[in-house]
């Protein structure tokens, strides 16, 4: 099949790293559909890549991820590839401050909207045998320290991608998770800027300790990870399913 043939939706694609994989997508001709939370951040995409559409929805709500199907069938008709990369930071402190509520708006975002989303794509993926990625995480490898709801969401992911490859490999659907380590942009910079505020040292001092936890010392930049999406999607990973796939440089702890 063509690349004008597919149709790949990507959440949270209006910005940061579901930006980059949507416009990586767009160049080579696929048909994109975005969702995101912000219009503004959708304005902006439809200006700089016309040829992507896209509804403003929260994915937390059914109501809105129904819309965002809704939209999506009429468009194109059909579903190839689903990138699940909705997901927020989460609070940054010991397991004995989180609130509650940041620990459900963390698990709702990052977990629930996930299973939301998957529910409304399978049939469409099985019928055009498509792929499924989905947004785990390093810290959803190893424990984060002071990351309690955002660890558990992403290692739920890796959970849940291996038991979705088990469920669709009869109908030729692939699913696998990304776990990329720091990655290059604003939301690494706010979350050094919290970290550096609850160890009361510089925020230079965190990011040189984030940098000291990969083998290549390095922080990923989001044009790799749309990278390996489009592999993962292509014939060439064929037989690749249920991995849970670095892109990290090598972890050797999150812990500093």
């Not at 929805?57 to 190839?80: E, M, N, P, Y």
């Not at 692939?174 to 939301?187: D, E, K, L």
């Not at 690494?188 to 000291?212: C, F, H, M, N």
């Not at 993962?232 to 892109?247: D, M, R, V, W, Y």
Request: aromatic content about 6%; glycine content about 8%; proline content about 4%.
């Amino acid at each position: 099949m063509s690349n004008t043939s597919r149709v790949v939706l990507i959440t949270a694609g209006a910005s940061g790293i579901g930006r980059v994989i949507a416009a990586h997508f767009a160049a080579q001709n696929y048909r994109v559909h975005v969702c995101d939370i912000d219009q503004t951040a959708i304005d902006a995409l439809n200006i700089d890549i016309p040829t992507i559409s896209t509804t403003c929805a929260d994915l937390t709500k059914i109501s809105d991820v129904d819309l965002v199907f809704g939209d999506l069938i009429r468009h194109f008709g059909r579903l190839d590839i689903l990138v699940n990369n909705v997901g927020i930071a989460g609070p940054t402190a010991a397991v004995e401050d989180i609130l509650p509520e940041q620990w459900n708006e963390t698990i709702t975002t990052d977990l629930n909207s996930i299973f939301y989303v998957t529910r409304k794509a399978v049939p469409l993926l099985k019928k055009s045998q498509g792929n499924m990625i989905n947004m785990s995480s390093n810290a959803g490898l190893f424990g984060c320290p002071l990351r309690s709801p955002y660890a558990a969401a992403k290692w739920a992911i890796i959970g849940l991608t291996k038991t979705w490859a088990m469920e669709l490999g009869a109908f030729g659907v692939r699913v696998n998770a990304i776990c990329p380590g720091s990655v290059s942009g604003p939301r690494i910079d706010k979350v050094i800027e919290i970290d550096a505020q609850t160890r009361d040292i510089s925020p230079e001092s965190v990011r040189q300790l984030y940098l000291q936890q990969n083998s290549l010392g390095v922080f990923v930049e989001a044009e790799n990870i749309a990278q390996t999406v489009d592999f993962l999607c292509s014939e060439g990973a064929q037989h690749i399913t249920g991995q849970a796939i670095p892109i990290d440089g090598h972890t050797e702890t999150l812990s500093s």
